[in-house]
């Protein structure tokens, strides 16, 4: 009884809420990743991580990244130890692992791991999403106040492409006439 309530709230959320509004794509300067920026949103990079944030300061998604030389394991067991670093670091901070899944990023093989975190603020809803491309393993994380804002947050990481978006072209007739 409780699930089904659980996923009938989860889908009233998405039904009933927007989502973001997209401004612009912002790709990562070694152009390693693009994604929809939505507007009011800040994008900060330095190096190994990008950092997405609402003006207002109540959303942020951090993106941490790094080369990896020399793993002998697999793709799998990497993003698993990463996951697992990841889940222990979240729990150090009186937080609990509630949801693991598989999933695809841009296509790519991902573990995502949702979390409950107690704060001074209170609970918390936090997710990881790990996965590594091209030698490099990525960390996606956010925190949110509310399942709603959480969802929120993962529509942006859904957007993620690896591959630069094209740019869009103008018809001759939108050129010569300078409207559309």
């Given amino acids: 009884m409780k699930r089904s309530l659980l996923a009938s709230g989860v889908l009233c959320a998405f039904l009933l809420f927007p989502g973001p509004s997209f401004g612009e794509v912002r790709g990562q300067a070694q ?9 009011e949103w ?10 997405l944030s609402e003006l ?8 941490r990244f790094e080369k990896v030389e020399g793993f002998e394991g697999s793709a799998r ?9 990841r889940r222990r670091e979240v729990a150090d901070r ?20 949702g979390f409950l975190i107690s704060t001074d603020r209170g609970i918390q809803q936090a997710t990881s999403i ?13 925190e949110a106040p ?13 957007t993620w492409s690896f591959e630069k978006p094209e740019e869009p072209q103008e018809d001759d007739e939108t050129q010569e006439n300078g409207s559309i």
């Fill in 146 to 158: 509310r399942e709603v804002f959480r969802i929120e947050m993962e529509r942006i990481v859904d």
């Fill in 42 to 51: 800040l994008w900060t990079q330095e190096k190994g991580q990008v950092v």
């Fill in 56 to 63: 207002n300061g109540s959303g942020r998604i951090e993106i």
């Fill in 77 to 85: 067991d990497l993003v698993s130890e990463a996951r697992d670093d």
């Fill in 94 to 113: 009186h937080g609990k692992s509630v949801m693991r899944i598989e999933r695809r990023v841009d296509g790519v093989f991902a573990l995502q791991t």
């Fill in 130 to 142: 790990v996965f590594f491309h091209k030698g490099y393993l990525f960390d996606v994380y956010f």
């Fill in 31 to 39: 152009g390693l990743f693009w994604l929809d920026v939505p507007q």
